[in-house]
């Protein structure tokens, strides 16, 4: 079988891979705190039909000959720049501008993490998620609001002023990671760490908003997706090309073949 034809395969699966990622792009648009995927490509293994040869005495050197075999999915990668800032007035909206994760309790003594900032009041009141788990302060305690406050306030450090005042406000903590791009989407808007992400294992990991390169608090505001729709459909187009070029390449092999079928009548 011609090889030209598995190569034509291996583009049609990369590039339903790139369609599927700009598909849950586009579907994200308006998921708040939502980072892109992006989608790389690399050659596979090539065929080496002559190898190089050095320069002899009396002959110059030869490259070597090869005939690629296709291309494969190098990686799938999680693009954590900023998205744009929109105000809601609801002071429990906050979103990070800058770099950090808000820090949440998962229940079982380890963390969750996600820039989504639309937190809510449960009937204790304490700041929850949408799926309510626990936001954490800089020392891993969970932020209450009492039901006796008038006011309460959220600082761009991360303090959570109530009045009237009752001691030291609580902090809300941010989580750095030295390679944010290694964290893993497990739904819900969270993210989960990894061996390559750089690990928060306890609340001396936790960084204050404003310092030690994490952004601010923006209260009353959310970061909405980082997915621009005019990249979104510019690339679609081309993965669709791709995938139609791969398709023509299947075509024409699969004719030549049937030439060579016919040769023997």
Do not use: C, W
Request: hydrophobic share 35%; net charge negative.
């Amino acid at each position: 079988m011609l090889r030209s034809m598995y190569s034509g395969i291996s583009g049609m699966r990369g590039f339903q891979t790139k369609l599927d990622v700009i598909g849950n792009n586009i579907a994200n648009v308006n998921t708040s705190g939502f980072k892109k995927g992006r989608v790389t490509f690399q050659d596979m293994m090539s065929q080496t039909i002559r190898g190089a040869q050095g320069t002899g005495a009396n002959r110059g050197g030869i490259n070597p000959m090869q005939v690629g075999l296709g291309s494969q999915v190098g990686s799938i990668d999680n693009i954590h720049t900023q998205g744009f800032l929109q105000s809601t007035g609801n002071p429990l909206d906050i979103a990070i501008e800058g770099n950090g994760y808000f820090i949440l309790d998962d229940g079982d003594g380890g963390y969750f993490f996600t820039r989504a900032g639309n937190f809510y009041l449960d009937e204790d009141g304490y700041i929850v998620n949408a799926d309510g788990y626990f936001l954490l302060n800089t020392n891993g305690g969970r932020i209450q609001i009492s039901d006796n406050v008038e006011s309460f306030s959220i600082a761009k450090n991360g303090d959570v002023n109530i009045v009237p005042a009752d001691g030291e406000p609580d902090k809300i903590a941010l989580a750095i990671f030295s390679n944010p791009a290694g964290l893993e989407k497990i739904g819900g808007n969270l993210y989960r760490q990894t061996e390559n992400s750089g690990t928060i294992d306890s609340p001396a990991d936790f960084s204050e908003p404003g310092e030690e390169g994490a952004g601010d608090l923006v209260a009353s505001t959310l970061e909405m997706s980082n997915v621009d729709l005019a990249e979104e459909f510019t690339e679609m187009i081309v993965a669709q090309r791709g995938f139609q070029a791969n398709t023509r390449i299947i075509t024409t092999s699969d004719e030549i073949l049937q030439e060579l079928v016919n040769l023997k009548r």
